[in-house]
Structures are given as structure tokens and as C-alpha cells.
């Protein structure tokens, strides 16, 4: 499995922003996408999760009710809408693809993982 992600980049507080991740390749093993972020000197941190099939979501306390994550399967494409967004939440952001359920938050769950896109946030 391939992942692409892009649609980062800088805006003020209080702005959105839409994340995506193109995945090709192996998708039919996919059971769930998630989107994780790491800011300079910060570990990966968890953001959001996504069930392929099911479209159950989970989120990360400090995101929710600000963002939200959906996918498109007939175009096997993870977003990741971001609104609100205020400075803690410049990072850069990747999508990571697992093929097992359960255990959203830890990276190591995750068998694909995209390239990074910077997401900066100005007060």
C-alpha cells in the first residue's frame, strides 16, 4: 500500500485546513486509516482513526469537536478536515494505513505509513 498525503501548509488561528491521503496498492487489506502528527522535539502523537468498512471514527481528546476525519472509498481517500486550528496544532501530519482492528492510537499498530505535509498554525 502506497499513501500520498498532501493539503498542509500555513494559516492563522482560527482557520481550517482539509488533509488528504491517496492510497493505491493492496487497499482491500486495508481495515482502518488513521492520521497521526509529530511537532519538532514531540513524539508522534495520535490524531484520528477511521474504519474502512464501518466508518467508525475515534479522535484524540485535544481534536474533538475541531476536526474531522471521513474517507471516500470509491476513491481510496482519507481526509482530514481541520477547523479552528490554533498554533499547538502545527505539526507535520501523516496518514497511516493497518490492516487489523482496534488500537487506533499507538503508531506501531500501523503497517503503511505516507509522507509527511507541514501544517503551521499563526497566532
Known amino acids: 500500500v502506497q499513501l500520498q498525503a498532501s493539503g498542509g501548509g500555513l494559516v492563522q488561528a482560527g482557520g481550517s485546513l482539509r488533509l488528504s491521503c491517496a492510497a493505491s496498492?493492496?487497499?482491500?487489506?486495508?481495515?482502518?486509516m488513521g492520521w497521526f502528527r509529530q511537532a519538532p522535539g514531540k513524539e508522534r502523537e495520535f490524531v484520528a482513526a477511521?474504519?474502512?468498512?464501518?466508518?467508525?471514527?475515534v479522535y484524540a481528546g485535544s481534536v474533538k469537536g475541531r476536526f474531522t476525519i471521513s474517507r471516500d472509498n470509491a476513491k481510496n481517500t482519507l481526509y482530514l478536515q481541520m477547523n479552528s486550528l490554533k498554533p499547538e496544532d502545527t505539526a507535520v501530519y501523516t496518514c497511516?494505513?493497518?490492516?487489523?482492528?482496534?488500537?487506533?492510537?499507538?503508531?506501531?499498530?500501523?503497517?503503511?505509513w505516507g509522507q509527511g505535509t507541514q501544517v503551521t498554525v499563526s497566532s
Open positions: 497511516a494505513d493497518k490492516s487489523t482492528g482496534g488500537r487506533y492510537y499507538y503508531p506501531d499498530e500501523y503497517d503503511y
Open positions: 496498492g493492496r487497499t482491500f487489506r486495508s481495515n482502518a
Open positions: 477511521i474504519g474502512w468498512s464501518s466508518g467508525n471514527t
